[in-house]
């Protein structure tokens, strides 16, 4: 695939380094060693082509929150089918395939996104499926588990995915969440299972340390 950033795995590799996920060192994932840089080329450069913001080139907070617990609790997802939704750089998928999930996929609407969890997926030696576009609305029967970490940033999007988590939870799919008390985040109908201390960037959150929770969806 070309586009802007011309083939987009050379542009991923140019502009990150293979790096530890501080919460779970045993993921490594291609992620930017500054934001700024490649936040302000994607306000230049991507967004006159329609290209979101790098979220892949981060591990977002819910993110390292779930894939810890994942990989804490390998039976939640052992054997199963497992969907990691706005998977950005893949991580709570890769968590799950590392647990020993029958299969992953993991959905995303952005096209750069899909590349880099697929330099990530290889990176770690697990496979990931790539879903490509906006699977908001699907019906459940694909997935024993779905995992959300951090997609509870805009206030529409947040109501229309949350309210599709919900559907899912009722009709039995194990849904589980990773946020760090995010705006959008619903205030009801969901467990919490855990918290951490989670290491960011002051680049991108305002503060270093996120506490963040681990939620299962009750619906
Ligand atoms: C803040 S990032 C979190 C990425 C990752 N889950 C993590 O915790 O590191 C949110 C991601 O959700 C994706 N996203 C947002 N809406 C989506 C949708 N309707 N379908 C698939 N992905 C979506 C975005 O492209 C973005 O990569």
Not at 40 to 55: K, N
Not at 81 to 102: H, P, Y
Not at 108 to 121: G, R, T, V, W
Request: charged residues 20%.
């Amino acid at each position: 695939m070309e586009t802007v950033l011309g083939d987009p795995a050379q542009f991923i590799l140019d502009h990150t380094v293979l790096t530890q996920t501080p919460l779970v060192p045993e993921i490594s994932l291609y992620v930017a060693s500054e934001m700024l840089p490649i936040w302000q080329m994607t306000e230049d450069e991507m967004r006159t082509v329609g290209l979101p913001p790098p979220f892949w080139a981060f591990a977002w907070a819910g993110g390292q929150a779930l894939a810890r617990y994942i990989l804490d609790n390998p039976e939640l997802v052992a054997g199963k089918r497992v969907l990691d939704f706005g998977a950005g750089s893949g991580l709570a998928g890769i968590a799950a395939a590392l647990a020993g999930a029958a299969q992953v996929s993991a959905a995303e609407i952005d096209p750069i996104a899909i590349i880099a969890m697929d330099l990530n997926a290889r990176a770690n030696t697990v496979t990931l499926i790539a879903l490509e576009g906006d699977i908001v609305g699907a019906a459940g029967a694909d997935w024993d588990v779905v995992l959300a970490a951090d997609v509870c940033y805009e206030g529409p999007a947040s109501k229309r995915i949350v309210a599709w988590l919900d559907d899912l939870a009722r009709t039995g799919v194990t849904v589980l969440m990773g946020d760090p008390g995010r705006t959008y985040f619903p205030k009801s109908g969901h467990e919490k299972l855990i918290s951490y201390a989670v290491k960011t960037t002051t680049e991108l959150e305002d503060t270093d340390l996120r506490n963040t929770s681990v939620w299962r969806v009750t619906g």
